[in-house]
């Protein structure tokens, strides 16, 4: 192999011209340069061909072939020629006959796109991506870059830690969104909240979503615009996965324009033109907000983003934050644990929990050591764990510490729904990005608490 003396940031820029016609801003070449080096990094990027260069320039002049971690993957095709990229979903790479392929073709870099939903409590919480830190590794320990639309720095120490990367590289660019316009509506309550969404949606032009906090939620407002006359459909997480993929299918095709959602519409969403997103109730925490708002306007066109909230809403996220596991459920984890490697469905079954909760169960106690997925995927008690009762200690300590994360988050998802100044630096502030000036692009700008907007989309979605 010929080594070339010139320097990383000549070959990238040279790779992305050669290769895509494009040159590197520099939040891209920054990523690119630091896998390139052999040093992990963590990208928070709106999702686009943008962020995706920090892996795939790099790809083009790495030795071997870069491994692409994402839900998505099951619907993409490899991609051949330079880029060299090998495209898996978590499920897939939990597999020890998939993993033992992957690892016998000596990757050279391993991006995991949505990189949020490693978090244990992350809002887009997916089990199969706990143990990608660990399956990581078992592929020879190439570099990591892991890639997010939306992260806040609790988030991102949950991504570092479950990823186990090695001194990352942060990049945080581009959240700003000068084409999305951001409006936040006090309900007096249920009904005004109703009149305000119906008046809204006859005036809209093009696809949009509803964001509603409970599956039966979905069901019933997406059942009640269609009695007005609203093409709309429901979609959440209860749903049989092939429903899920007919409505999701039906949404991106223009068949079905309106989505009445779970938060469980989000990933994998591949439709650059919606028009708007409405939030029927407070999200849980500015990440949420801002990943599920990321969705309209992909397409670089005028797009809206409104939020009916009532301060009620936050009673029942309080009440979810509240609902952790107890010490009587740990404990018999734990027990389970102990009684040898084992498959998480047979440890479900035999204590009649559900197995998303003793997915978010193990999660918890393989964070403070009391729990490891082996390499066949069974899970069990490692060599070096603490004694049960200590492990328990330190998983109630480790939910208190979550509880009193989540609790901030949600304080600061109402304070930005009752903010007074610039909504575009007030949600940028919470991502640790600045911005210099008033966005122009949000209803505070509008009405002239601060300078006009620069940009607004007014024809997308119409004032009550």
């Known amino acids: 192999m010929t080594v070339s003396l010139l320097p990383n940031s000549i070959r990238l820029r040279r790779a992305a011209r050669r290769h895509f016609g494009c040159g590197l801003c520099g939040e891209q070449l920054a990523a690119a340069r630091a896998v390139l080096n052999g040093r992990d990094a963590l990208v928070v990027m709106p999702a686009g061909p943008r962020r995706s260069a920090g892996y795939r320039v790099p790809a083009t002049l790495l030795p071997g072939p870069t491994v692409v971690i994402s839900p998505r993957a099951d619907r993409a095709a490899p991609a051949d020629g330079p880029t060299r990229l090998l495209f898996v979903t978590p499920e897939q790479l939990g597999r020890p006959e998939r993993l033992a392929e992957l690892r016998a073709l000596r990757p050279s870099l391993v991006a995991v796109e949505f990189a949020h939903c490693v978090s244990a409590f992350g809002h887009d919480f997916r089990p199969d991506y706990l143990p990608l830190g660990r399956l990581v590794r ?136 919606v028009r708007w997103v409405v939030h029927v109730g407070l999200p849980d925490s500015p990440d949420a907000y801002l990943h599920e708002i990321g969705l309209a306007g992909r397409d670089g066109e005028p797009a809206r983003a409104l939020l009916l909230y009532r301060p009620e809403d936050l009673a029942p996220q309080r009440l979810f934050v509240g609902g952790a596991p107890d010490r009587a459920e740990l404990a018999r984890v734990i027990r389970a644990l102990g009684d040898g490697p084992a498959r998480r469905t047979d440890i479900a079954a035999d204590l009649g929990l559900g197995t998303r909760r003793l997915a978010q169960d193990l999660a918890l106690l393989e964070r403070v050591g009391a729990a490891v997925t082996l390499v066949n995927g069974r899970v069990t008690t490692p060599p070096y764990a603490p004694p049960p009762d200590e492990a328990v200690s330190l998983a109630l300590r480790e939910i208190g510490r979550h509880q009193t994360v989540q609790k901030s988050r949600i304080d600061a998802m109402l304070q930005l729904a009752e903010a007074h100044g610039c909504r575009g630096q007030h949600l940028l502030a919470h991502f640790g990005e600045r911005l210099a000036r008033p966005c122009g692009h949000c209803d505070n700008c509008r009405r002239g608490v601060i300078p006009a907007p620069r940009r607004s989309a007014e024809n997308v979605l119409a004032p009550a």
Request: with cysteine; glycine share 10%; charged share 30%.
């Open 138 to 273: 078992d592929l020879g320990s190439p570099p990591v870059i892991a890639l997010t639309e939306t992260a806040s720095p609790p988030v991102r120490e949950d991504i570092v830690a479950r990823l186990r990367l090695r001194d990352p590289k942060l990049v945080v660019a581009g959240l700003d969104r000068p084409n999305l316009y951001l409006e936040a509506v006090g309900c007096a309550g249920e009904e005004d909240r109703w009149r305000r969404l119906l008046t809204r949606l006859r005036a809209a032009e093009g696809a949009g979503i509803a964001y509603v906090p409970t599956r039966r939620a979905a069901e019933d407002l997406a059942e009640r615009l269609v009695g007005e006359g609203v093409a709309a459909s429901a979609y959440h997480g209860g749903m049989a996965a092939g429903e899920r993929a007919r409505r999701s299918e039906a949404f991106r095709s223009g068949d079905a324009p309106v989505m009445v959602a779970t938060s469980a519409f989000t990933t994998g969403v591949d439709k650059p033109d």
